[in-house]
């Protein structure tokens, strides 16, 4: 179905219906001067009224009783808008119908009006034109339906050349009433009038019903609306994600040892003997490209021994090698339990610190009277790690409501420029605090590194932790980890901070507690202050309900 | 008219009154007759500390006493205030109606903001260690290519 839009541009350019048996295709309706009828003929030829516009312009339209052209139609007030009930007439003309004269018969149909001669008529082969009542929500700018049943069986109008439709109190063939329009690109559809006309009809009519113009909303008017509340109760558990199952380490680009003290001085030594720069100088410029990363890390790690190859050299060394990429720390759980018993506790703030990342807030209404709990998962690879906090409360259903990122590697400097690298990083954290430290190393390590696979960790570019898939950036910076993390306290912990409350003795019996719940009096004792009660019934003045009302606002004992 | 003097040892605001009668006297109420503040018209005076609460059966209303007496034209004109709580407790107490406010817990939803109770403006802090945490001893890891 084509769209208003499209409509009217077909309308605009002309696209009509252009056929040599004269199909009557547009109506068009216009106000402010007489109701004359005319038919839109596809080259545009015609010459119009005055004022009136081009072929299809939307223009306004005055409905008038084809008796005494001026007046208003019964039913319809042209300056304002409203709905009205209208008869349709629908009438057909056959090849051979004549129209002549002036006043007294038809003019062709193909002739607009002039101005003044409004009266035009068809002889109709039908004695009892089809007609049809419809709701009409009409403006005053436009006459739309607002109906989109059907409108006239096609075995009404099937074979007539022509179609007309008027407003259906006339005798006589009087203005076509509505503006339509179709797609004017499918000539055969509609050319001899058969059924698609009437679909397309309807088409229009749905076109129409949907372009009902409606005044628009003053600014700032108010509306009533809400109180469609659905009360749902969805609470899904959100556990921690396990960890990840591909391993940068089973590609067989990267290896992580782990090496003790004594096993470190003898790699150390290696390294630099002419043994090794003889198997490796091919390779590498210099034997400490192949060293990716160094760095203690504060876990206990599950490594078995294994020959150490550096490069692609294997060395007589057995080192523990680390098999397993990903760690998960769980740190426990905490029980919160309500101090106070009411809305103190949940006015009470919470910090947390979690090792590697720093202090961070947590809201109590998340864990209080529930429980708390911190789950690291660590990348061995790159020392990233993310902080899960999950809580569970009464409904039992654990939810992770935080997560923060950081790093633990402590890096060490293997060369000069590792080192002013490493320091540079620290005299920053000075200045920015641990936690910058700490995100910043997590930032540039966790999200990009994980589940890359065969990236390479350099860790010696720079402070940002530069990722080099191909070679190690050496010498440009350093491995900085989270330094300052080492220094600090290892396991999280919570602070709170609550309110203390300094109710005297008797408060409830004085001021009462908040309470907003609806009662029957005489279920209540002690000290009462009313929200909101209803003294219609009782027998009194006014002026002592009046005086009951304040004081039960204000507190009374029952 | 009769009225029942009584020594009202009560919060005016209880609608249950702790009541001592003293003395029943004859009376009459000053035109034009006010609803909430009556005056009651005696024949004596008294002493409103002690005759602090009056009830009049022809209207059938407890009032407070709430002046000393004025001698005008032969009577000893007494102000009288409307107990209202006592008064029409046999009917409010047939009705239901939202509490704010309720000495009894059992009546209250305490989680709701009370911004009557008093909070000093320091905080107990407390802190609470998880169970677990890193290893204060640290392993070396050695990252290499190949």
Known sequence: MATWAEVCENVRAGNVLNSSNDVFTFGKSYQGVESTWFNMRPSNTIDLPVGVDEIGTDVAYTLLDGTSWGLALAGFDSTVGGTSRMRLQLWGALPGDEHSGVNAAGRPVDYISEIGMPNYFIRTLQPNPAAVEIDVTYTISMVSLSLTDVLFPPDLYEGYQTVYITEGRADFLTSPIWKYMYDGSNVEAIGSITGNWFEYWTDLVDILASDVNEAPDYPGSSSSGGGGGAFYNINETIDIPPLPSVQAIDFGMVSIYNPNESEMKAISSWLWSDDYTENIKMNMASPMENILMCALVPLSLFAIPATFKIGNVETQFQIAKIWRQYYELDCGVLNINEFWGNFLDYSASYNIWLPYIGFRSVKPDDFVDGTIGVVYHIDLLTGAAVCFIWTRKDDNIKHVLYTYNGNIFNGIGLSGANYMSLYNQQTSAITSGINTVARAAGQAIGGDFVGAGLSLLTGLSDAKMQYDSAKPDYGRAGNNGSNTGFLSIRYPYLIQSLPISQAPNNYDMMHGSPSMLYRNLQDLHGYTEINAINLDSINASSAEKSELMNIMKSGFYI | ?146
């Open chain 2, 1 to 146: 008219m009769e009225v029942i003097f009584y020594y009202n040892a009560s919060d005016s605001r209880y609608s249950v009154k702790d009541l001592t009668e003293i003395e029943r006297c004859s009376g009459s109420f000053k035109q034009p007759f006010n609803v909430l503040d009556p005056i009651l018209q005696l024949s004596k005076a008294i002493d409103p500390l002690e005759y602090n609460y009056c009830y009049v059966p022809d209207v059938d209303r407890y009032y407070f006493v709430t002046s000393q007496p004025s001698y005008e034209a032969g009577f000893y004109n007494v102000s009288l205030h409307n107990d209202v709580i006592v008064n029409l407790r046999s009917e409010y107490m047939q009705l239901g109606a939202i509490i704010s406010r309720q000495e009894n817990l059992g009546d209250c939803n305490v989680y709701l903001n009370d911004n009557r109770l008093p909070v000093l403006a320091k905080q107990k802090v407390n802190t609470m260690r998880f169970p677990y945490g890193f290893n204060n001893n640290d392993e070396m890891v050695l990252i290499v290519n190949g």
